[in-house]
T-cell receptor, first 115, second 121 residues
Framework: AQKITQTQPGMFVQEKEAVTLDCTYD???????LFWYKQPSSGEMIFLIY??????QNATEGRYSLNFQKARKSANLVISASQLGDSAMYFC????????????FGSGTRLQVQP | GAVVSQHPSWVICKSGTSVKIECRSL??????MFWYRQFPKQSLMLMAT?????????EQGVEKDKFLINHASLTLSTLTVTSAHPEDSSFYIC?????????????????FGEGSRLTVL
């Protein structure tokens, strides 16, 4: 079974600075997908970025980039130029390429952006 | 982009009653939907996989008689919490993968509903 670990329960960052949220994963499968979701206090899950296990380049989406280190089984999220609206819970998640597409989530990191 | 809608967003009920939560894919078909449960300040835990036209697949430890799932059409899955008790109070959220959606990405992106917050008194 796969497992996702987020070791930072909470993080603070100054507005306009960059921040890295850590995520490590464990799976014996060769084909998998890694996701990051943002969950504001309203509860909705907002998709941020995706990295496939066979993707050679790190994924980027606007201010979000995923630092994918396959050998270390890490998939850290980097948010550049933090904004106050980035304050939320951030979840790293994984799915195996079984077609089922159920996600396994990490415990989450609460990010607070300070002015 | 693809939209998944959940209803109701909030529900408060008395202990012993049953509550139905709907999850609809508004602009795409979803043969598979997923139901998650999230306790306060915790992560999302997969409860079950809802399969259109067949029985749901429940995760270990989830009572299938307690959490009834019906996926009667390609755009609707329902979760019924039967004989709800205070310990069932939680945030329930569904997700679906867009299938057959024009321009659907290869990322396997799952679209989430807005979630339903259940409080059982």
């Amino acid at each position: 079974a796969q497992k996702i670990t987020q070791t930072q329960p909470g993080m603070f960052v100054q507005e306009k600075e960059a921040v890295t949220l850590d995520c490590t994963y464990d799976t014996s499968d060769q084909s998998y997908g890694l996701f990051w979701y943002k969950q504001p206090s309203s509860g909705e899950m907002i998709f941020l970025i995706y990295q496939g296990s066979y993707d050679e380049q790190n994924a980027t989406e606007g201010r979000y980039s995923l630092n994918f280190q396959k050998a270390r089984k890490s998939a850290n999220l980097v948010i550049s130029a933090s904004q106050l609206g980035d304050s939320a819970m951030y979840f790293c998640a994984m799915t195996l390429d079984t077609g089922r597409r159920a996600l396994t989530f990490g415990s989450g990191t609460r990010l607070q952006v300070q002015p | 982009g693809a939209v998944v809608s959940q209803h109701p967003s909030w529900v408060i009920c008395k202990s012993g009653t049953s509550v139905k939560i709907e999850c609809r894919s508004l602009d795409f078909q979803a043969t598979t939907m997923f139901w998650y449960r999230q306790f306060p300040k915790q992560s999302l835990m997969l409860m079950a996989t809802s399969n259109e036209g067949s029985k749901a697949t429940y995760e270990q430890g989830v009572e299938k008689d307690k959490f009834l799932i019906n996926h009667a059409s390609l755009t609707l899955s329902t979760l019924t919490v039967t004989s709800a008790h205070p310990e069932d109070s939680s945030f329930y959220i569904c997700s679906a993968r867009a299938e057959g959606l024009a321009g659907a990405s290869d990322t396997g992106e799952l679209f989430f509903g807005e979630g339903s917050r259940l409080t059982v008194l």
